[in-house]
């Protein structure tokens, strides 16, 4: 669990200012070179309040992560609405709009944590559940195309939805790395042709 969950609207305040804090410095720095003192400088909050929503950095953490996937999701509001090879299209135009303004393209948040923890035995499984996340509505999207017979009965919806999830971050991390926009533009249409090759005629 990511903390304990505030209470009262000026708690809520306080502990989405600690996460947004810590979102921001681990994005930046990593979580090993965020520590707490820096979060409490940033977010304006004390030790107590810190300690009193999460208990160790770990949870922390966990509540970053789940940040990062709201704010992903958020940026891609299709995602959650994915009936028509259209909608795919579209989910992928959003992707590449926020990679495309001038402080893109930008490193996925959820990647960035994956480089640093992805050996930890604690964190690992969290990022895992987030990128399953991710992963789901893509799914569920390619089960509604399958129900409405625009997609093979013998497709597999959930490693579709895993390849074209390799076929993002794989090409976020390339665009990041060589501030060219082509890597993840490639890579997205590479995922929606894999992805319309199991469509029925």
């Known amino acids: 669990m990511d903390g304990q969950p505030a209470k009262t609207s ?29 979060v409490l400088a940033a977010s304006g909050a004390g030790k107590s309040q810190m300690y009193h ?8 953490v966990e509540a970053v992560i789940a940040r990062f996937l709201e704010n992903i999701l958020g940026n891609q509001p299709t995602i959650f609405a994915l009936h028509s090879w259209a909608d795919f299209e579209q989910w992928s135009q959003e992707i590449l709009a926020i990679q495309a303004t001038p402080k893109g393209p930008i490193a996925c ?9 992805g050996d930890d ?8 559940k987030a990128y399953r996340e991710w992963e789901s509505h893509l799914e569920s999207g390619l089960k509604s195309l ?3 017979g625009k997609l093979a009965e013998d497709a597999d919806p959930a490693r579709l939805a895993q390849t074209a999830m390799a076929c993002v971050q794989g090409g976020l991390l390339m665009a ?24 029925r005629p």
Request: aromatic residues 4%; hydrophobic residues 40%.
């Open 109 to 117: 948040p959820l990647g960035n944590l994956a480089g640093e923890l």
């Open 176 to 199: 990041h790395l060589r501030h060219d926009v082509t890597p993840i533009e490639d890579a997205l249409k590479l995922a929606l042709d894999h992805l319309r090759s199991h469509a």
């Open 146 to 148: 399958r129900d409405q």
């Open 53 to 60: 929503y999460f208990k160790n950095k770990e949870q922390l």
């Open 10 to 38: 000026r708690g809520r305040l306080t502990r989405d200012a600690i996460v947004d804090a810590a979102a921001e410095l681990m994005y930046v720095n990593g979580v090993a070179g965020t520590s707490v003192d820096k």
């Open 121 to 128: 035995p604690k964190i690992a499984p969290l990022l895992d």
